[in-house]
Nanobody, 127 residues
Framework: VQLQASGGGLVQAGGSLRLACAAS????????LAWFRQAPGKEREFVAA????????????WYADSVKGRFTISRDNAKNMVYLQMNSLKPEDTAVYYC?????????????????WGQGTQVTVSS
């Protein structure tokens, strides 16, 4: 699976951005996608995940506590796209955001549960 993230940019605190992740290749093997982020000098951390199995019309979602109520992950299986709507952005949300494909059978909220990482898109929130 190949992943391409887009939608990052510079926004003021309190503003919004919508990230998009386009999947191509063996997408029929995917059971979900997630967003992670990495700030300078910090480890890559989980942000949100969504199941994408076509066998389950109702998606299951997971969120990091730090973004609950502000970020929303969604999917469009027909287009092989996953989105991250980010509202009420804070300076601490500044990071490079990556999308990644979930490995079946692994935890949904840890780095080791994912492979096929996209190239990342920079999000900068000014105060």
């Amino acid at each position: 699976v190949q992943l391409q993230a887009s939608g990052g940019g510079l926004v003021q605190a309190g503003g919004s951005l919508r990230l998009a992740c386009a999947a191509s290749g063996r997408t029929f093997d995917m059971d979900g996608l997630a967003w992670f982020r990495q700030a300078p000098g910090k480890e890559r951390e989980f942000v949100a995940a969504i199941s994408s199995s076509v066998m389950s019309p109702s998606a299951i979602t997971w969120y990091a506590d730090s973004v609950k109520g502000r970020f929303t992950i969604s999917r469009d299986n027909a287009k092989n796209m996953v989105y991250l709507q980010m509202n009420s952005l804070k300076p601490e949300d500044t990071a490079v955001y990556y999308c990644a494909a979930h490995k079946s059978g692994y935890s949904w909220t840890v780095y080791a549960g994912y492979d096929s990482w996209g190239q990342g898109t920079q999000v900068t929130v000014s105060s």
